[in-house]
């Protein structure tokens, strides 16, 4: 695959972890603006390597490369990110649910500390989005 | 629910995680065995609260539970939990594709070391467990 | 013990920490009413668990365990739950002397960044409180 | 060498990483003024330690310890001393693309996320310091 | 202070956590002997700065030090220097029960993986130095 | 740039930091030799983008990015891919003096544990090379 196909791929694939309509599209877009007077190249690498090599892979759904994703953010504490990927996961099809038991999962792993600073920024994402985070909280 | 009731019941639950014939099961009554002369409540917590109280819950297979510590894990680098946790996430049901594309899909997040240090665990436990890394590798 | 005595428990034990005329108790309500619509079982956990199984163990006082507590979230640089800390060790009777040496204790373990994020933080703090910073400037 | 001496040779090198008509000076001398209050000797350490013990031996030239110093600051994610370094960096004489190039450098070492974070800080100090950033991205 | 005396103040403090008939002061001789062939500074600076100007100051006992210093290490999950303090701050004064507590106090603010980490290395110290583990555990 | 270029370009690149006759080139093809049965394609994306994507840009020398590069794995404290960058970095013309530097120069940004066990890795790297650590020690 030449480099052109990897960005497309990248890209495409890219697409199907967000929406127009939403907030996490323009994210994205955001971060390659942001990007493009300092470090446009970091901007190609993240869609032909992150979405082109990586997240193109066969082996997981969508849903759960999204969850190891947030998984490995909460783990690091990288807020902004975590951010991020909560509105992508929700766009791959992760529910709220799924994704404040993931956190709740973690407790054993790394402690309270990263998981109330997860949920700070969950509840944030979810009201931006205009999840019901009651509902979130009722099925547990 | 009383305190014996959380030890049963998180002891039920590790249960579906371990296999008496397979390493993981002996993996945790050592780390139990371990602890007896020194932390015996840490073997306690980790039923009670780690098992009945967290890996309990609903809203998440025991799947999902097994990959989102996996994902943590390799974050952390903590390799002997690692060990474990693949033995665990193998018996709960995640092929050994799905683990080593849960590793690839952190690349982007943690940077090759960590992944590197952990397809070495994973290859060593898959040898232990006689699954067959190969067929890891084609899926791919 | 069972589940409503684990958490009254935890609850006495916290009390310990905190004062109704203090912040930190305010803060604590705070974390709970914020997790109740989002994560409610979380606050539950911190009681049960933090205050119920492992703050009111014998072996230490409450004072070592919120000095270790501080040296943990220094280390960790997780500042949100650092201004908690340091708030709840003021209470359990570390000195803001004690609170800053013990963070001048962990350069050689931690190198300067984190120290120095932690005396903003503590800054912040003994500000709040009314506690003379210059006091524990001069003690040391 | 007494304490004296090493305080003001550390004094010497630290001015040969900061110019008076520059920011970083003035966060230098706010970081002690930050201190004096709290933890006066903190920033007596990191003249006396940091620039005088450290900084001040040969083997290395400055601009060599200006970008070790960010490599690190942006592997750990300590954003406040990754500002002031990135600008200690440039006064030593790393240009913008040596310093954004040292973060791109790092993706495979650290994931995206760290990066990221470090190219807007980074972004943010070329803006104050007049440096112009698409000179930066155009040498790539 | 000059450099001579900040190097002798710092051996005199590093004394008062070791004793010649045990293995800690050997493991700190052995440092500095590892260290003379590649970095003997680094040895000096150990001395000079670590005891010499942090672990000499007052405000805190050397109890205090020793617990504060082994919170952070096994945060960081550290073991070749989680192994030597815990010998130094047997030697200081705390007890096994203590150093154990101190490692239970982290569950919630580490998680279980670095706890599990530490106390096979407090077992293992334990046993070297001939405690009895048995009466550690008892106390809890 | 096509797959097959950018894989020859990375190639070609490692080269440059590797030679047939020293350690560090079976270092690397024992790394590809080890995950070819359990995941290839890792072997190839540190090729294509590590060394064909980022290692090949302009703007930094390779004794800068096997600088930068050493300096991070110092801070996470992975030693296995310490030890193969250290060798990477003398090939690529640091000396041992200037890596030694390099982590005295992080003391001040992570402590002492991370430097005495990088230290550590590469005074087996250095006999293993047959350089002499010795004249390292003497140029501080």
Do not use: W
Not at 31 to 36: E, G, H, P, T, Y
Not at 55 to 63: D, E, V, W
Not at 125 to 137: D, E, I, L, T, Y
């Amino acid at each position: 695959m030449n480099s052109t196909d990897r960005y497309q791929h990248g890209l495409d694939k890219l697409m199907e972890y967000t929406l127009t309509e939403n907030k996490e599209i323009s994210t994205h877009l955001k971060i390659s603006d942001d990007l493009k007077d300092i470090a446009p190249d970091v901007a190609k690498f993240i869609i032909e390597f992150g979405y082109g090599d990586i997240y193109s892979r066969s082996g997981l759904t969508n849903k759960q490369r999204a969850q190891i994703t947030i998984a490995s953010l909460v783990t690091q504490g990288t807020e902004p990110q975590l951010e991020l990927h909560i509105n992508t996961g929700l766009t791959a099809g992760l529910t709220p649910v799924e994704i404040v038991e993931s956190f709740i999962q973690l407790i054993p792993y790394t402690g309270f500390p990263r998981i109330l600073n997860a949920l700070a920024v969950a509840k944030r994402v979810f009201a931006q989005r205009g999840v019901s985070a009651v509902s979130a909280a009722k099925e547990q």
